[in-house]
């Protein structure tokens, strides 16, 4: 990856926004070669999407709990009955297979600790193959990024 790719690659993590004519701008070159480089970063799966970040307490999800979930075992296919039934969960804003002690991590964005007690019952006690959840709320954001650093690529 060459430097205006990392170029393209840091102006569009901080504004996606950006038209093709003020990326070239912001970078150094012309609209052309940038329009080129960054559809090919889209084509080669670099660039995934173009998102819009929302202030979680703004709309109404005030609460961040992690999920840390055991599996009573990875037998007839438990994983993957799990992971296919936590994708479909719109609170889960990630989900991790992890090793150590849990099997899986879940980031879940609810509006309440009440509400968080509504969707285990709801959602996450009646996945086959659970065994134990580990919750740790959390009590406030101290970092939070969407860009991923570009000295290794």
């Known amino acids: 990856?060459?430097?205006?790719?990392?170029?393209?690659?840091?102006?569009?993590?901080?504004?996606?926004?950006?038209?093709?004519?003020?990326?070239?701008?912001?970078?150094?070159?012309?609209?052309?070669?940038c329009w080129r480089r960054t559809k090919a970063l889209e084509e080669a799966g670099i660039i995934r999407q173009y998102v819009a970040l929302l202030d979680p307490r703004k709309i109404g999800l005030g609460e961040c709990v992690f999920l840390h979930v055991t599996l009573r075992g990875h037998a007839n296919g438990e994983g993957e009955v799990f992971e296919k039934a936590v994708c479909a969960l719109p609170e889960v804003l990630e989900c991790h297979?992890?090793?150590?002690?849990?099997?899986?991590?879940?980031?879940?964005?609810?509006p309440s600790i009440q509400g968080y007690g509504e969707f285990l019952?709801?959602?996450?006690?009646?996945?086959?193959?659970?065994?134990?959840i580990r919750s740790n709320?959390?009590?406030r954001q101290v970092k939070s990024e969407t860009a991923l650093p570009l000295d290794y690529a």
Do not use: C, N, W
């Open 1 to 33: 990856m060459d430097s205006f790719e990392k170029a393209i690659l840091s102006a569009l993590q901080q504004d996606a926004r950006l038209t093709t004519q003020e990326l070239a701008e912001k970078i150094g070159l012309s609209g052309t070669p």
């Open 137 to 139: 709320a959390s009590l």
């Open 97 to 110: 297979a992890t090793m150590g002690e849990a099997d899986y991590l879940l980031r879940v964005a609810i």
């Open 121 to 132: 019952q709801r959602h996450i006690f009646g996945i086959p193959g659970v065994a134990q």
